[in-house]
C-alpha cells in the first residue's frame, strides 16, 4: 500500500535499524544512556538552547512544556486549530489546569496583533494570560509555516507582556529545509521548543524538549510524574540521532512529492479548493459528485491511503517511505478518476 495518511507511518531503513543494534544505553532515569545524552545535547547544539529533553511523544513535550510555563488557573493563547488544543485529549485542562484562549488565524497561524487582543487585563476576575503557544508548520493549515517576522513580533508582544513563548515544532524540519531559516534563531525566539522524530524524520518514536537549564530540570520532573521516564531508550534515541545526520536535507524531496501530487488533483473538476502546499501536507475539498469517504475508499482500492478529515476534506502527507514511482502512481490514478 502506498500510505499518505501521515508522515507518522514510516519505518526505520536499514540505516536507522543498524543504528538501533549499535546503540550504547543506560538507564535514562540516572542520566546514563549514552545515546539518549547525546542525541539531548546534538539536538540543543543544533537549534542553540543550553538543555534538551527526551520524550517519548510530541504530545508529552508540549504538555510539559505547557505544564512548567503556567499554574492551575491560567489561560494559554493559540490558534484554533493548534494541536495542543484539538488533537492531545484536553492535555491543558487535564495535565496543568489551565484554559484555552483560541484564536481564529490564517489556517492556524496567528498575528502578533491577535495575540496582544487575546492577553487578559491584570483582574482577579480574569485567567492570567501566561503563555502563547506556536505550532510550526501547521498540521490542520496543511502543513504551512509562519513568515519569520511575525513570530519575531509575537515575541515581542510576549516579553512585553511577561508572557512565556513556546513553540510545537512537531514538523519543524520541514519549516526549516522550506524556508532555509536558521535553527538557533528559533532557540533564541523561543523559551521552549518541541521537536518531533517520529514524523518526516522517520524515527519509530520520540520528541525533543528544548530549554534554558532550569527550564528542563523542571520539566524532567514532570515528565516521571507523567510516566515518561526512561530506562534503555537509547535503542530509540539511536534512530533520533541516525535522522539528525541523514534525514533533514532529503525533506526537500517531500515537498516536492506533495506538490506533484497537488498538480494532479489541480487538474480533476471535482477537486475544490486546496490549501497551498508549502511542505509535506495536502488539505483539499471535494465536490460532487465525489464526497471525502468515496475519494478515499477509491484510493484504497488501488492501493493508496489517505483520510477524509472532515465533510468536505481529504488530507495526504508525503514522506521519506514514499518513492518517485509511488507519486508517479498516485498522480496517473487521480487523472483517471471521473
Known amino acids: 500500500m502506498i500510505d499518505y495518511r501521515s508522515d507518522t507511518f514510516t519505518r526505520p531503513g536499514p540505516g536507522m535499524l543498524q543504528a538501533m543494534l549499535q546503540a550504547e544505553t543506560g538507564d535514562d532515569v540516572f542520566g546514563e544512556d549514552p545515546s539518549i545524552n547525546k542525541l539531548e545535547a546534538m539536538m540543543a547544539d543544533y537549534f542553540g538552547k543550553p538543555a534538551a529533553l527526551y520524550c517519548p511523544s510530541g504530545t508529552m513535550s508540549n504538555q510539559i512544556a505547557i505544564k512548567v510555563h503556567t499554574l492551575p488557573g491560567d489561560e ?130 520520540g520528541s525533543v524538549l528544548l530549554g534554558s537549564e532550569a527550564f ?16 534503555q531508550a537509547g535503542y530509540m534515541a539511536a534512530t533520533g540521532i541516525y535522522a539528525m545526520e541523514n534525514n533533514i536535507a532529503r525533506l526537500a524531496e517531500d515537498h516536492l512529492h506533495a506538490k506533484q501530487i497537488a498538480q494532479a488533483l489541480l487538474e480533476q473538476p471535482f477537486v475544490g479548493y486546496i490549501l497551498p502546499v508549502e511542505t509535506n501536507i495536502l488539505i483539499f475539498n471535494i465536490n460532487s459528485p465525489w464526497t471525502p469517504q468515496l475519494f478515499v475508499d477509491y484510493l484504497k482500492q488501488q492501493g493508496i491511503l489517505a483520510i477524509a478529515i472532515s465533510p468536505t476534506q481529504v488530507r495526504m502527507v508525503t514522506h521519506l517511505d514514499i518513492t518517485p514511482d509511488m507519486v508517479a502512481k498516485t498522480c496517473e490514478v487521480i487523472a483517471q478518476m471521473v
Open 76 to 205: 494559554v493563547v493559540c490558534s484554533n486549530l493548534a494541536h495542543v488544543y484539538i488533537y492531545e485529549g484536553g492535555g491543558i485542562a487535564f495535565n496543568s489546569g489551565a484554559q484555552v484562549h483560541a484564536i481564529t488565524g490564517d489556517r492556524g497561524m496567528i498575528s502578533a496583533a491577535q495575540v496582544e487582543a487575546a492577553i487578559n487585563p491584570d483582574d482577579v476576575h480574569k485567567a492570567r494570560t501566561s503563555l502563547v503557544c506556536l505550532e510550526n508548520t501547521s498540521n490542520r493549515g496543511g502543513g504551512c509555516y509562519y513568515d519569520w517576522e511575525e513570530m519575531v513580533k509575537i515575541g515581542q508582544v510576549c516579553k512585553e507582556h511577561q508572557l512565556a513563548l513556546h513553540l510545537d515544532g512537531a514538523r519543524l524540519f520541514n519549516a526549516l529545509v522550506a524556508t532555509g531559516q536558521e535553527p538557533k534563531s528559533y532557540g533564541q525566539l523561543f523559551d521552549s521548543i518541541s521537536v518531533c522524530l517520529n514524523k518526516g524524520m522517520g524515527c519509530p518514536m
Open 216 to 231: 528542563i530540570r523542571a520539566a524532567r520532573r514532570i515528565r516521571k510524574k507523567l510516566g515518561g521516564g526512561l530506562r
